[in-house]
Nanobody
Framework: QVQLVESGGGSVQSGGSLRLSCAAF????????MGWFRQAPGKEREGVAA???????NYADSVKGRFTISQDDAKNTLYLQMNSLKPEDTAMYYC??????????????????WGQGTQVTVSS
């Protein structure tokens, strides 16, 4: 059983920064992907950034160059550093883990474990 707990959300002005954290409890060593997703009101959940078991990373085009995903294996924690935030980044952000061999980077259906979410609000 895996439990994911996000923290670090908040309200910032456009151009500001936030760092999200996701503490993972349980056995996550065999996860293929750990990722961050977001969902704005009235929109579908979308992948933002993900990291695979080899440490390779992938980003949505909308956040490339602004967001950085990383993980601290010793602390079993996943991070998302978000810089140059824009109002369109406003959403609930979720941490997720995929144990699906051959799964995709950003298909929510491939991620079997989810955190409760943390709200990010960016004002103009």
């Amino acid at each position: 059983q895996v439990q994911l707990v996000e923290s670090g959300g908040g309200s910032v002005q456009s151009g500001g920064s936030l760092r999200l954290s996701c503490a993972a409890f349980g056995y996550t060593d065999n996860s293929y992907y750990m990722g961050w997703f977001r969902q704005a009101p009235g929109k579908e959940r979308e992948g933002v950034a993900a990291i695979d078991s080899d440490g390779s990373t992938n980003y949505a085009d909308s956040v490339k160059g602004r967001f950085t995903i990383s993980q601290d294996d010793a602390k079993n924690t996943l991070y998302l550093q978000m810089n140059s935030l824009k109002p369109e980044d406003t959403a609930m952000y979720y941490c997720a883990a995929s144990f699906l061999y051959g799964g995709s980077w950003f298909d929510p259906a491939d991620f079997g474990y989810w955190g409760q979410g943390t709200q990010v609000t960016v004002s103009s």
